[in-house]
């Protein structure tokens, strides 16, 4: 007995006791959950773009729905506002508490609300430091007139409950015989999108008009589709980005104002380093987001 019990007690401290993290896993508008998950909790839920499958209906649609509170209305929006062909959106909690009105403490409240109750799904991919949420397709989204229409004009069909027993799983015909087309890029002021997934910098640059658009829901929404269409033109919506960052009240003398004093600040050779090493499109310098470009010809016409 006294073996046994030593043996017990070597394979025990053998085991790695460290909790296993849940991988989900994507596979177009359906994400999968793992099958260890309890009972309850559904394997399956449905990922859907608001704008694209209903239009700006469904920002006025969400107004009136009393299950949510007014921040999570709030929050919905915004992020129903920039999310992506696949339904993600990951934009700043700041950015949503600037456009919403609200605080970013309320925001974080806000997206876990949102969260329990089925309207979005959070991930976040290991080694990042950032999350992404996936917007759901809700119970609710079943009065709107027109449900989300899928391959051969069939709209998506209520099936398994989903997460939090309020989303539902679609019928997605497929026709194997159905050919394929494809899009050729015409002009070079155009940008075809032929995977349907706008780049990061077009995105930027359609939140940046958005927020001074009086429709800003609206004016995104048709400019998404143009550019997925492939006749999106890059070069208006480059100056439109540009207007609308002069249309807060800065102009290029404060751009420049502020350059100056963070290369006299930080030193003209570490400045230059840090830009260019830096991954992004823009820089962001007092909640003003700089196009990279812009401070690279800076740098050029100060040496």
Excluded at 40 to 45: F, L
């Amino acid at each position: 007995m006294i073996v046994k019990k030593n043996m017990g007690v070597r394979k025990a401290a053998k085991q790695d006791l460290t909790p296993k993290k849940h991988q989900l896993h994507v596979d177009g508008n359906l994400i999968h959950f793992p099958s260890s998950l309890p009972k309850k909790q559904a394997q399956t839920c449905f990922v859907f773009v608001p704008l694209r499958d209903f239009g700006a209906t469904i920002i006025d649609f969400i107004r009136q729905q009393k299950l949510l509170t007014h921040s999570e209305r709030s929050v919905w929006r915004e992020l129903a506002l920039f999310a992506g062909y696949d339904g993600k959106c990951f934009p700043a909690q700041y950015k949503i508490a600037t456009r919403a009105g609200i605080d970013e403490r309320t925001v974080r409240k806000a997206l876990s609300g949102l969260e329990q109750k089925g309207f979005v799904l959070k991930r976040k991919p290991e080694r990042q430091r950032s999350c992404s949420y996936l917007l759901l397709f809700h119970s609710i989204f079943l009065n709107l007139p027109l449900g989300p229409v899928k391959e051969g004009g069939r709209a998506a069909q209520s099936g398994t409950k989903g997460l939090a027993d309020q989303s539902i799983v679609p019928t997605i015909p497929k026709d194997p015989n159905r050919p394929r087309t494809t899009r050729t890029k015409s002009d070079g002021c155009c940008a075809p999108i032929c995977s349907g997934e706008l780049s990061q910098e077009i995105e930027d640059m359609i939140w940046s008009v958005a927020q001074v658009k009086d429709k800003p829901a609206k004016w995104a929404f048709a400019v998404r589709e143009r550019f997925r269409r492939g006749n999106g033109d890059l070069e208006v919506l480059k100056k439109e980005a540009e207007e609308s960052k002069l249309s807060s009240g800065y102009t290029y003398a404060d751009w420049d104002k502020w350059l100056s004093e963070l290369i006299l600040r930080d030193g003209a050779e570490k400045f230059s380093s840090v830009i260019t090493q830096f991954q992004g499109t823009h820089l962001m310098i007092r909640d003003v987001q700089i196009p990279i470009e812009y401070i690279h010809k800076y740098m050029e016409t100060r040496r």
